[in-house]
């Protein structure tokens, strides 16, 4: 099993980044999938979520990132994705992807995000 983000990188305050989670040795499709981050001395934040299974999936936001973020996924790419827009100093961490259904919890190995001039 294995989840791996990709997308984090240096940006200006304003501007954009898309993180992408791909997921393999599980079927995501079943998988409630979600973004996180973390900066140092400070509790990991739930920062996107988005529901799995068979129904129009329904996606939750951190206050702070609501119209800025949108979460989504490509089931057949096995793949959940993270847009950032309107990045600020503030959203400045490591990204970390979760797969969770039942008992199964799953998190990737994190991927930088520094928003700065």
């Known amino acids: 099993v294995q989840l791996v983000e990709s997308g984090g990188g240096l940006v200006q305050p304003g501007g954009s980044l898309k993180l992408s989670c791909t997921g393999s040795g599980f079927t995501l499709s079943r998988y409630g999938m979600s973004w996180h981050r973390q900066v140092p001395g400070k509790e990991r934040e739930l920062v996107a979520a988005i529901t799995g299974g068979l129904a129009d999936a329904d996606t939750d936001y951190l206050d702070s990132v609501k119209g800025r973020f949108t979460v989504s996924r490509d089931n057949n790419k096995k793949t959940a994705y993270l847009q950032m827009n309107s990045l600020k100093p503030s959203d400045t961490a490591v990204y970390y992807c979760?797969?969770?259904?039942?008992?199964?919890?799953?998190w990737g190995q994190g991927t930088q995000v520094t928003v700065s001039s």
């Open positions: 979760n797969a969770k259904w039942l008992a199964n919890n799953y």
